[in-house]
C-alpha cells in the first residue's frame, strides 16, 4: 500500500500553505528612533571606551602641542583666541572625524553593516548613536585643552561654559561628515585617507589665524563645518562678546550638522543595502 504526499493530492499545496501561513510568527512592530538611538548610543560607547580612550589622550597631547608650538609665534589679541578655540575643536575633529571615518569604512568592509541590517532600528538611529558616542569621548580632552589655552596666552576662562554648545554641535557637523566619507569611501584604506585628510584641513584652517591665509585659503575654510564652531568659541575671549554674532556661528554649525548627518543617513542606507 503506498502512500501517497499530502502536497500532490488536489488541493494539497494550497492547504500547505495556508498551515505555514498560520504557523509563521508575524513581524513585530519596528523600534522607534528615539528608543533605538539610546540603546546604539550604549552600545556604542561600551564597546569604544576601552579602545578610543588612548587615541583621546593623543588628540589631546596634540591639540596642546600645536598652542606650545604656536605660543612662539603668537603673542596674543586674536591670532591667540583663533589658536585656542582652533586648537580645542580639533580635539573634535580627532575622534567625530577621523575615527569615525575609519570605524565605518571598516565596518563596511567587514560586513558589519549587514547586523545593523538585520536589526528592527531605523538608520538615522545607527548613525546618530555612534556619532553622539564618538563626539561624547571629546568632551574631557576639549575641556582641558581649552582650559590649558587659556592659561598658556593668558585669556579670560570666563565663558568657557559656551563649550556645552561648541562641543556637540561642531561634533554632529564633523560626525556626520566623517560617517559620510566612511559609507561612501569604497575601500576601508581610503575611508582611512579622507579621515586623515579632513581631520589635517581641521588643524590647517582651523588654528591658524585667518588673518594670514590667502584669500582662496579663507573660502576654503567657510565650507569647512568646524569653522563656524572655532569663531563662535573665539569670540567669546572678547572682553565684551557680540553674543548674536556667537549665535549666528552656532546656528550655522547646528545646520550643518543637520545636514551632514542627513548626508550620513542616506550613505548609510546606501551602503546596507549593497
Avoid: K
Wanted: proline share 6%.
Amino acid at each position: 500500500m503506498s502512500v501517497v504526499p499530502a502536497d500532490v493530492l488536489p488541493g494539497g499545496a494550497l492547504a500547505v500553505e495556508e498551515n505555514g501561513a498560520a504557523g509563521a510568527a508575524e513581524l513585530g512592530p519596528r523600534a522607534r528612533l528615539w528608543p533605538s538611538l539610546a540603546a546604539v548610543y550604549r552600545a556604542q560607547l561600551s564597546r569604544a571606551r576601552v579602545a578610543r580612550i588612548p587615541l583621546l589622550f593623543v588628540a589631546t597631547f596634540q591639540s596642546i602641542g600645536i598652542m606650545i608650538l604656536m605660543r612662539g609665534v603668537v603673542d596674543g589679541g586674536g591670532e591667540a583666541r583663533a589658536v585656542v578655540a582652533g586648537s580645542a575643536v580639533l580635539v573634535v575633529a580627532f575622534v567625530a572625524l577621523n575615527l569615525l571615518a575609519q570605524y565605518f569604512g571598516q565596518l563596511r568592509a567587514s560586513g558589519g553593516l549587514d547586523h545593523y541590517a538585520t536589526l528592527p532600528v531605523p538608520p538615522a538611529a545607527v548613525v546618530l548613536g555612534a556619532a553622539g558616542a564618538y563626539a561624547s569621548f571629546t568632551v574631557p580632552g576639549t575641556v582641558v585643552t581649552a582650559v590649558f589655552g587659556c592659561l598658556l596666552f593668558g585669556l579670560p576662562l570666563t565663558h568657557l561654559w559656551v563649550l556645552v554648545a561648541v562641543i556637540p554641535l561642531a561634533g554632529a557637523a564633523l560626525a556626520g561628515l566623517g560617517a559620510a566619507l566612511g559609507l561612501l569611501a569604497p575601500r576601508p584604506e581610503l575611508a582611512t585617507l579622507l579621515g586623515q585628510l579632513g581631520m589635517s584641513a581641521a588643524l590647517l584652517l582651523g588654528v591658524l589665524p585667518a588673518e594670514r591665509m590667502p584669500e582662496a585659503v579663507r573660502l576654503a575654510r567657510d565650507l569647512l563645518p568646524s569653522t563656524y564652531g572655532v569663531e563662535a568659541f573665539a569670540r567669546t575671549f572678547a572682553e565684551r562678546p557680540d553674543w548674536a554674532f556667537v549665535l549666528g556661528d552656532l546656528a550655522v554649525c547646528g545646520a550643518v550638522g543637520v545636514v551632514s548627518l542627513a548626508v550620513a543617513t542616506w550613505a548609510y542606507r546606501r551602503a546596507a543595502v549593497r
